[in-house]
């Protein structure tokens, strides 16, 4: 079963998954951090490979993206990432994830950093 398909299904169409199910390093799914970069390289690091796409930049690289890839949004706390996750999801992605609790939740769960 993918990462996708074990996903919690949200009302606005991407899916919520938590940190101690995303395994690294990513296979089948691609990682992308919507924060900004102070915050990518900042206290609370980033997760290992991951891609930093700032939110305000995201549809705009996107449109570069498969939109049947798999994507997990991260950002500090969930809430920036759920946004851009609905807006991909309303552009025509078709496997998009938040993780839930962004780095706040994947740094409690003494899941893996780099800085």
């Known amino acids: 079963m ?11 169409g991407y899916r919520d998954v938590a940190p101690a ?3 690294l390093p990513a296979q ?14 900042g206290e609370l690091g980033h997760v290992p490979g991951s891609a930093l796409v700032p939110m305000h930049s995201v549809m705009a690289q996107a449109m570069d993206w498969s939109r049947d890839e798999a994507l997990v949004l991260v950002c500090r706390s969930g809430g920036r990432s759920a946004q851009v996750a ?17 780095m706040l939740a994947w740094n409690a769960a003494g899941l893996p950093v780099e800085k």
């Open 21 to 23: 199910d995303v395994k």
């Open 2 to 12: 993918s990462l996708f398909d074990s996903a919690r299904p949200h009302l606005a």
């Open 28 to 41: 089948g799914f691609r990682v992308v951090d919507v924060r900004e970069p102070h915050e990518y390289k």
């Open 86 to 102: 609905h807006a991909l999801t309303r552009a025509g992605f078709g496997k998009v994830m938040n993780l839930v609790g962004g």
